[in-house]
């Protein structure tokens, strides 16, 4: 029995590696880019991108070591358009393509300190915290009231109204962008946080449905239990219902996170100050027009992705956490 | 039960102070506040620039907003994307100033979103119509007034390998300089490898984007009609001969006579990948930073690229070959420019700014205008400008600041379908390439396409005014 | 229950009073997302609509004009290859991307040591910027240089294509190739959708699957019998919006091919082709009708799963 259970076991643990390495691979090559120097950062033609960032090796003169020929090196100089090398002893005048540079381990952790000082990082950061925390909130609770009347509650019309709300997802955002500039402009709300965090309150069609589908499987004999007991609606919503959904609410409580935290596109077009911008638009600055910092570029999305990972890392248990069903026969 | 009312009281209590703890301080910058404070006048420029740029052009404002006390310029970097711009703009509410580039200001200005400066350029030193290059001019001219100022743009030249010519045997100074020798040169350039692979071609004339649009006009051809109301690209030969030798570059499997040069489709499409996909463009894996490709059209941005990225590439520039018989000119395809929003709350004050930015500093001393142009590694709008010693200090730089002064420019001409009419061009081209299409098909579906869409954008007034 | 109350005298359509009370709790819950529908959703489609109607360019007041953009649509080649690009995506994506979700979801739902960070691993690609992720496939997928043909010429099936007369695929620059690709990095997003199994997993009854196990039930049979019909809630929710998400694909072709569509519009999705509308071209009435006429496709196709998940989705509290 144990030794089945261990080899069950370490299948398991193989099939995830394997599978964990391609999924992985994305973060390691951004978190690894973010510690090299620019002319490291794409694949040479021809050859695999760089994992392990490297730095040049040097001479006790500071003179670089280089390999021409299968032999080892050291670079003195240029003339004209050749380099000029010293091989064993030898001063050769070679061209610079034959020649490489040999390169050690060496972590250029430059970046991040570039990347701190070309947005205003600790401003753009509380304000995507304030938004996202706002946002996190509002949702979690409009979502939930909305989903429990069209989970557990029977009313006529119901399935209609849960339609249009499903439809309002299916029209592309170009198509309104236009005319809902127009609504917030009519409240005032332009170049203020208020169109980014407001409409949270009012409830998302996505998680509407989420929660909508797991409240439906919260058995209908628990509600009808507590209204004997003599709660009205409201008391079932807050003492069997909530409870019970924990699971769901932290994955929505996440995914809006997520969602709110790399948003671009609506902060940029909502807000009118340099000084509300969000992380996600800071990301933008390290890209203009004719160049990209790309080293500086992958350091703030490392630090910015982080944080999240290891919010993801510490409320997992959320998500996996049963269901007691007590008091109920199976 | 009491128990859960004091978990949901805590839990409110701890998003209260969360969020307590979160709120965003005033908006609005201390310098800002105390120009306020001052009596200042507040504008707001909205950049399209980012990054290197945007900074660069923020200290030349900075600079502007420290020279005198009426006006305090608030900047935001907005970047390319139009929708900001867009719903700004729709909505009642735009920025005073804003930089754009021209297409984007031939599809708004015919709507009325931005006033007209000529009247005001007229009185301002430097700013008259011969001052600019011909084709920005025109760029920002409709119905014959002008809707914006020309900052920069860019000029084009044929870069070439050195190290890559002297592996094919070629004289690593003396670059081709016509079509024919064009076509030698690539063929000799183009090294096959192991297995069918080709490891490094001489030349596309695609690469690093599409220049089908330049093509047409360097083989003499006219894309439009005289008035620049209609496409009428597939009636005029020159231009079909372009697209024919764009087309040749790509070998017909069906075709035992391909021409020396021709690359087989997919080895020309993952070429062309090379460049357009991700960050490769900007880094030291640029195919032509590392020899995949010999010869390219490039633009002057790359004196300042290659020594930053591909410092040990040993590169040259010269005008790109053009075909016998046709008039010399040179490519410049589009501009960045600012303009005054017409909804524009203190356009007065923007002028003023605008003066300024323009305007040289005092005798000799150049304007921010051309600062700028210069910190960026672009070429100016204007003649003046571009003839400083500064633009003419690298030689490299001075090949390409060269060919717009001495030759009139390839450009696209205003029109509000200007960005339809550059896609169409380019999928043309492709379907060509892709042997989907033969030219002149293509173009005749370019014309009906770009038309079509230019009638539904014209105003419709011009058949109301008919007697 | 109390006891019916008395009618009102309304003729055959009378509510009884629990009734009138659910449909006043109802609406009450619901009027958070009502309120907002009226202030934020109602005035957006209905201009919308009437755009799709109209000359518009976005600024100049829309000219009516009929029918005539949806006349347009239907001559338009490239809105039909734009609409099959993107059916192509989602019968491609969707139905393999939604098992690939719940094998993976059941995978990490084991109490294996290290299962947390398993979990975290196979969620990150969804938390990594797409500007860092796209720079990274675009390597994997690089005819040349990649890894997947890389892997692939180790594993000498160049040899094996060669043989035949074939070569390699180029992928993304290759017409054919291109849209698998882009499907191919659609499954490795999975994340969040194996994060919304796995709480679906979590709400499975332990009592349930003690009883299969008195029954002696292995393994699969357990999850046939018992997982998959309990979490059919979520299926449905993870196919609807896989539905909706895939019609309205978009943000990582626009990064992957540099916002062309390419090569050759095979990669040009609805969504792009309509994004190219509105914001390109500035032709915002056809957009509107483009963006309608997805509308009424996504809103049949979902209307069609709704109706049939009657048939196959067991809701445990019923």
């Known amino acids: 029995m144990a030794t089945k259970s261990l080899a069950k076991s370490v299948v398991a643990h193989v099939v995830l590696l394997a599978a964990s390495v391609l999924f992985i691979a994305p973060f390691v090559w951004m978190v690894s880019t973010s510690l090299k120097h620019e002319t490291q950062i794409f694949p040479k033609a021809g050859e695999p991108p760089q994992w392990i960032p490297t730095t040049e090796r040097l001479d006790e003169q500071g003179r670089r070591f280089i390999t021409y020929e299968g032999r080892t090196g050291v670079e003195i100089g240029n003339e004209d358009v050749k380099k000029v090398i010293l091989v064993e002893g030898e001063e050769l005048r070679v061209w610079p393509e034959d020649v490489e540079i040999q390169q050690q381990v060496g972590i250029h952790w430059q970046n991040y300190p570039r990347a701190f000082n070309m947005i205003d990082f600790w401003l753009n950061l509380r304000n995507t915290l304030f938004i996202c925390a706002s946002v996190v909130i509002a949702t979690v609770v409009s979502c939930s009231l909305v989903a429990y009347s069209f989970s557990r509650i029977e009313w006529p019309g119901r399935d209609a109204v849960f339609v249009v709300v499903l439809a309002t997802m299916m029209l592309p955002y170009e198509v309104t962008l236009i005319p809902l500039f127009v609504v917030y402009k009519w409240l005032g709300w332009t170049g203020s946080f208020k169109p980014l965090i407001i409409p949270a309150f009012f409830g998302t069609p996505f998680y509407i449905f989420l929660l909508r589908q797991f409240f439906m499987g919260i058995p209908k004999d628990l509600s009808a239990a507590a209204r004997i007991d003599g709660c009205n609606e409201l008391g079932i919503f807050a003492h069997v219902i909530i409870p019970l959904s924990k699971p769901a609410l932290a994955t929505t409580a996440l995914f809006m996170f997520l969602y709110q935290w790399a948003d671009f596109l609506n902060p940029l077009i909502y807000l009118q100050d340099d000084r509300q911008y969000t ?34 890392f510490l409320a997992q248990r959320t998500f996996i956490q049963g269901i007691t069903m007590t008091g109920l026969k199976g | 039960m009491f128990r859960t009312y004091l978990s949901w009281l805590g839990m409110a209590l701890a998003c209260a102070v969360v969020l307590a703890f979160l709120w965003p301080s005033e908006a609005g910058s201390e310098a800002e506040r105390e120009a306020l404070r001052n009596g200042r006048k507040i504008i707001t420029y909205w950049d399209r620039s980012q990054g290197h740029e945007y900074e660069t052009h923020n200290e030349l404002i900075r600079e502007f907003n420290a020279s005198q006390d009426r006006i305090y310029v608030r900047t935001l970097s907005v970047g390319w994307r139009i929708e900001k711009l867009l719903t700004a703009i729709a909505s009642g509410a735009p920025p005073d100033v804003c ?53 920069l743009t860019d000029s084009y030249c044929l870069l070439w390998n050195k190290a890559a010519f002297r592996k094919a045997g070629l004289d690593p100074e003396r670059p081709p300089r016509t079509l024919k020798e064009l076509e030698e040169f690539a063929a000799k350039l183009t090294v096959r490898g192991p297995g069918g692979t080709v490891e490094q071609i001489g030349f596309l004339p695609w690469l690093p984007w599409d220049f089908t649009y330049m093509w ?10 005289k008035e620049r109301t209609r496409v009428t690209a597939a009636s005029d030969p020159n231009i079909l001969k372009s697209l024919e030798w764009q087309g040749s570059w790509v070998r017909d499997p069906n075709d035992p006579d391909a021409p020396a040069y021709a690359l087989d489709s997919e080895v020309a499409q993952a070429f062309y990948n090379g460049f357009s996909a991700g960050g490769a463009y900007f880094s030291a894996t640029n195919p032509f930073y590392t020899g995949k490709v010999a010869m390219i059209h490039e633009g002057e941005w790359q004196c300042t690229f290659i020594p930053k990225y591909a410092p040990s590439l040993d590169w040259g520039v010269a005008p790109i070959p053009q075909p016998e018989g046709a008039p010399p000119r040179s490519y410049s395809p589009s501009t960045v420019l600012d303009g005054i929003p017409s909804g524009s709350r203190n356009p007065d004050e923007a002028l003023t700014f605008l003066a300024w930015f323009y305007a040289e ?15 960026i590694h672009n070429v100016p709008a204007r003649r003046v400008e571009a003839s400083q010693e500064r633009f003419s200090g690298d030689p490299k730089f001075k090949v390409f600041v060269n060919e717009l002064m001495t030759k009139p420019a390839v450009y696209f001409p205003a029109s509000p379908v200007g960005r339809l009419f550059a896609d169409q061009t380019q999928v043309a081209r492709e379907y060509v390439m892709f ?29 109301a005014a008919a007697p | 229950m109390g006891p019916r109350a008395a009618q009102d005298g309304v003729g055959g359509g009378a509510m009884t009073r629990t009734e009138r009370r659910n449909l006043r709790n109802g609406l009450l819950f619901a009027s958070p997302y009502i309120f907002g529908f009226l202030v934020f959703t109602l005035y957006p489609f209905a201009a919308s609509v009437y755009y799709s109607f109209c000359n518009f360019n976005a600024i100049d007041p829309p000219v009516w004009t009929g029918l005539d953009n949806y006349k347009q649509m239907l001559g338009d080649a490239t809105l039909r290859t734009s609409l099959f690009n993107t059916l192509y ?33 196979f969620f990150l690609p969804t938390i990594v910027p797409l500007v860092a992720s796209a720079v990274l496939w675009l390597w994997v997928l690089n005819p040349e240089s990649g890894l997947l043909n890389g892997i692939l010429r180790a594993m000498n099936v160049d040899g094996a294509l060669a043989a035949v007369g074939l070569s390699l695929p180029n992928w993304l620059s290759d017409e054919h190739w291109a849209m698998p690709s882009l499907i191919l990095m659609s499954f490795w997003s999975v994340g969040g959708a194996v994060v919304i199994f796995l709480a679906g997993l979590a709400d499975v009854p332990q009592s349930l699957y003690e009883v299969a196990d008195i029954d002696g039930a292995g393994p699969l049979r357990k999850f046939w019998n018992v997982t998959l019909p309990m979490i059919t809630p979520t299926i449905l929710f993870n196919l609807v919006m896989g539905l909706i998400g895939a019609f309205q694909y978009f943000t990582q072709v626009y990064v992957m091919t540099a916002g062309t569509g390419g090569p050759a519009n095979k990669t040009l999705v609805y969504a792009l082709y309509l994004y190219q509308m509105a914001f390109k071209y500035l032709n915002m009435g056809y957009a509107s009708a483009m963006g309608w006429m997805l509308f009424v496709l996504v809103l049949i196709c979902t209307l069609g799963v709704l109706y049939t998940s009657k048939r196959w989705v067991h809701y445990y509290g019923d």
């Open chain 2, 216 to 225: 047409g006009g360097y083989f003499g051809g006219e894309w439009f009609d």
């Open chain 1, 279 to 312: 992380l996600a638009i800071a990301l933008q600055q390290f890209q203009s027009n004719h160049e990209a910092e790309w080293g500086p570029l992958m350091a703030m999305s490392t630090v910015i992705t982080a944080p999240v990972i290891v919010l993801f």
């Open chain 2, 435 to 463: 042997g989907l299409s033969e030219p002149e098909a293509a173009l005749k579906n370019l014309e009906s396409k770009v038309n079509a869409e230019w009638d539904r954008v014209r105003p419709k007034t011009v058949s």
């Open chain 2, 361 to 375: 500093r005092s005798e000799n001393e150049p304007s921010p205008a051309s600062d700028y142009a210069f910190l």
């Open chain 2, 99 to 151: 930089s754009m580039e021209a297409h984007t200001l031939s599809q708004l200005a015919p709507q009325g979103c931005f006033v007209a400066l000529d009247s005001w350029m007229a009185t301002q030193p430097n700013m008259k119509p011969d001052d600019f290059f011909d084709h920005l001019y025109e760029m920002v001219n409709h119905e014959g007034r002008v809707w914006g100022i020309p900052t």
């Open chain 3, 89 to 121: 995506f989602t019968v491609g994506s969707v139905p393999l991307g939604i098992v690939f979700a719940i094998l993976l979801a059941v995978l990490l739902n084991q109490k294996l040591r290290g299962i947390s960070v398993y979990r975290t691993v």
